[in-house]
């Protein structure tokens, strides 16, 4: 069954950029109806949504986070990736990689990256 | 960009049924049905539960369904179980310029 897995660094530095990618398995990232998505969740706190992308590379981003955050795919290796920029300690979160259908649900999920910011 | 409004903490005792709301607004919950919710176990990721509104995905259980009135979505879980217990999120399309919101969480315990 399709499976999502996030990796990257585990810690930033401040003012540094955040980057992860997701891998997805089972399935094909080209699959139409279905964008890939970006959700955090600070420790101990809510679901904040980040962006999403469909296989053309089309975007949509949080108005509270686009002018951080690039998000790209590389459908040669059924892979998205996130990129924030500028981070801050407020940025300390688990990122969430999802599939997404289009303004409205994700699943599944994959299992979550903590990043921490701190120097 | 708001939150949705949700209960911080909702509980119930096994076999009875409990209702958790997430109240937005005629921007988001009020004007699509788009409103999904989500489980969470402490430590694992979300796992959607219900989607536009009251579907149910394959596989979870019957107990699980939601509905919309106005600007207000509802889970209920019905013949409550040991492991329904989890922090539960909804989610709704707020339109074009904010795209998606969750609703700040609401932890479930069941008695």
């Known amino acids: 069954q399709l499976q999502l897995q996030e990796s990257g660094p585990g810690l930033v530095k401040p003012s540094e950029t955040l980057s992860l990618t997701c891998t997805v398995s089972?399935?094909?990232?080209?699959?139409?109806?279905?964008?890939w998505g970006w959700i955090r969740q600070p420790p101990g706190k809510g679901l904040e949504w980040i962006g999403s992308?469909?296989?053309?590379?089309?975007?949509y981003y949080n108005p509270s986070l686009k002018s951080r955050v690039t998000i790209s795919v590389d459908t040669s290796k059924n892979q998205f990736s996130l990129k924030l920029s500028s981070v801050t300690a407020a940025d300390t979160a688990v990122y969430y990689c999802?599939?997404?259908?289009?303004?409205?649900?994700?699943?599944?999920w994959g299992q979550g990256t903590l990043v921490t910011v701190s120097s | 960009q708001s939150a949705l409004t949700q209960p911080a903490s909702v509980s119930g005792s096994p076999g009875q049924s409990i209702t958790i709301s997430c109240t937005g607004t005629?921007?988001?919950?009020?004007?699509?049905?788009?409103v999904s919710w989500y489980q969470q176990h402490p430590g694992k990721a979300p796992k959607l539960m219900i989607y536009?509104?009251?579907k149910r995905p394959s596989g979870v259980s019957n107990r699980f369904s939601g509905s919309k009135s106005g600007n207000t979505a509802s889970l209920t879980i019905s013949g409550l179980q040991a492991e329904d217990e989890a922090d539960y999120y909804c989610?709704?399309?707020?339109?074009?310029?904010?795209?998606?919101?969750f609703g700040g969480g609401t932890k479930l315990t069941v008695l």
């Open positions: 992308i469909y296989y053309s590379g089309s975007t």
């Open positions: 989610c709704s399309y707020a339109g074009s310029s904010t795209s998606l919101v």
């Open positions: 999802a599939r997404h259908y289009r303004n409205s649900w994700f699943d599944p």
């Open positions: 536009e509104v009251s």
């Open positions: 089972g399935g094909s990232i080209s699959s139409s109806s279905y964008y």
């Open positions: 005629s921007s988001d919950v009020g004007s699509y049905n788009l």
